[in-house]
């Protein structure tokens, strides 16, 4: 018997119920009758609560040296690296993934805890010459305030870590809001970010629905920004709302990434990539690889390549060792993928293999979807357009390496990206014109390491992007500080030139 975990909302220290007393459960997608845990349905009225302890705690937070900030999250960090194993299991177990992906994923939360602690030695604003004598300037970070951030299923550990991480190192405090089917993961995330001894207030936790502990969070006036990691749909409202009420908003939605392999690539390498980055988390990350324009001279070799390999795979529960695919998060998003299935083929498209629900033996107990090829897509195909966030691959095929380029980009998205090529000027103008927040060369699509700016152009994104140095950008204001010295009124913008 599997233990049942019972999670509360951390707010200022203290792990609470909800105010209203409602309560909801997470299942394990394999097994979709075990009860992973129970979580508070949370209500404004806690979220007034979060807030007021976060804006209590931000008082005094951002003034401890941001070297002392950093050394609570290095410390979150050393937490993590000891808890790997069990919190391994509890995503596994949640969420899905296979073991080794979700310790992919906690190590992804340990990279970015000592990536971003090196950020507290660092910080730099910049000097720059005065137009005065005797006067200085130069440009200071400060924090923004309190930080609403809501996450995902899909890396319940990796995505609040690199929200979380360098908020905190940069004097913020913050509020996770996390996805209502990973709840425990969340809740055992926070209990090692307590455990590390941050202040009270500094880092809490509302648990609840998206429409009802979301949106008062988005919508809280003394909330100053909000991360937000999911749908282009539920971003769209977020960017909307945060735009009206004044907040600044940092949102990372959807993706439609495709794999180019050219007729000179190294096919074996490009198969490996494919299959990594289409069927990788069940094609469950916003960067996986759902369209692979392929050269037309490669189309068939490749494809027959492609179809034996996906053969091979096998799906099962996430904590099996022989699991290459684990299950699909929930019902709701098994039977949208399902339905895919249906437009594919009403426009066209041919399931090569898969395309349906999967259900023999155990798998029918859990949200368990089949890896599919589609083959014949056309660029205007709803499947080779939309978001489908499942394990389904659309074969589209070029005549030249200039169209494959204008079919990537032909994508309202705009995340990630790949090429295989050995063609080294291929690669450079890859580099150069495709329209992604992230190009990989002879790389799949997914994979993004913590020290670089993650994040997409289009409507993936607004123009932020966390990870890297640059989630500094998003988790801090600049200030211009002028000192003068020289003991006399000294006036700008008044014309002495001549
Ligand atoms: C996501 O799916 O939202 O680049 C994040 C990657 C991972 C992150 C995925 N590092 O695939």
Redo the contacts with the bound molecule.
């Keep these: 018997m599997m233990t049942l975990l019972t999670c509360c909302n951390y707010i200022d220290g203290q792990w609470l119920s909800a105010a209203a007393g409602t309560i909801l459960e997470s299942r394990n997608p394999a097994l979709v009758h075990e009860v992973v845990a129970t979580f508070p349905r949370s209500q404004a009225d806690d979220v007034d609560t979060a807030v007021a302890a976060a804006r209590k705690a931000y008082h005094s937070w951002r003034k401890v040296p941001a070297p002392a900030r950093a050394e609570y999250v290095f410390r979150v960090g050393e937490l993590l690296l000891q808890h790997k194993e069990e919190l391994a299991q509890l995503i596994s177990r949640e969420m899905g993934k296979p073991l080794t992906e979700a310790r992919g994923d906690i190590q ?1 939360g340990i990279d970015c805890a000592f990536y971003s602690a090196g950020e507290g030695r660092r910080l730099f604003g910049q000097t720059t010459p005065s137009e005065m004598p005797n006067k200085f300037a130069m440009t200071v970070r400060m924090p923004i305030g309190v930080c609403a951030l809501i996450t ?1 299923w ?2 319940p550990v ?2 609040p870590c690199w929200k979380a991480m360098p908020a905190l190192v940069c004097g913020n405090t913050v509020i996770l809001k996390p996805a209502e089917d990973t709840p425990a993961c969340a809740t055992k995330l926070i209990e090692i970010f307590a455990g590390a001894g941050l202040p009270p207030g500094v880092i809490n936790l509302v648990h609840g629905v998206g429409e009802e502990v979301g949106k008062a969070l988005v919508e809280h006036p003394d909330v100053d920004l909000v991360s937000f ?1 999911g749908s282009s749909q539920t971003g769209a409202y977020v960017g909307a709302t945060c735009g009206r009420t004044h907040k600044r908003v940092c949102l ?1 939605m959807g993706g439609k990434n495709a794999q180019v392999v050219m007729e000179d690539a190294d096919l074996e390498l490009a198969l490996d990539g494919a299959i990594w980055g289409a069927f990788g988390t069940t094609g469950q ?3 996986a690889t759902s369209r692979l324009i392929l050269h037309r001279d490669i189309k068939e070799k490749f494809t027959t390549m492609l179809h034996e390999r996906t053969t091979k795979l096998r799906l099962g529960a996430g904590n099996d060792s022989d699991t290459d695919i684990g299950p699909i998060i929930n019902e709701r998003q098994l039977q949208r993928v399902s339905q895919y299935m249906d437009i594919a083929r009403e426009e066209g498209a041919k399931v090569l293999i898969g395309g349906e629900i999967a259900s023999d033996g155990s798998l029918k107990h859990g949200y368990f979807f089949q890896p599919t090829i589609l083959d014949c897509v056309t660029p205007d195909m709803r499947v080779a357009r939309e978001e489908i966030f499942g394990p389904v691959v659309a074969l589209i095929e070029v005549n030249s390496f200039e169209e494959a380029i204008a079919i990537l980009n032909d994508s309202k998205y705009g995340l ?1 990206s790949s090429v295989y090529t050995r063609d080294i000027n291929r690669a450079f103008t890859a580099m150069r014109d495709i329209e992604a927040g992230i190009t990989y060369i002879n790389g799949p699509t ?3 390491e913590v020290h670089l700016p ?1 994040g997409g152009v289009k409507q993936t994104g607004n123009g932020h992007r966390e990870a890297g140095t640059t989630a500094l950008d998003v988790f801090t204001e600049w200030k211009s500080v002028y000192v003068d010295f020289s003991e006399s009124l000294q006036r700008a913008q008044i014309d002495n030139r001549g």
Excluded: K, L, V, Y
Aim: proline content about 6%; glycine content about 6%; charged content about 20%.
């Design positions: 992804e995902p899909n890396f990796a995505i990691t990372e990350r916003c960067t990630s997914i994979g993004a993650f």
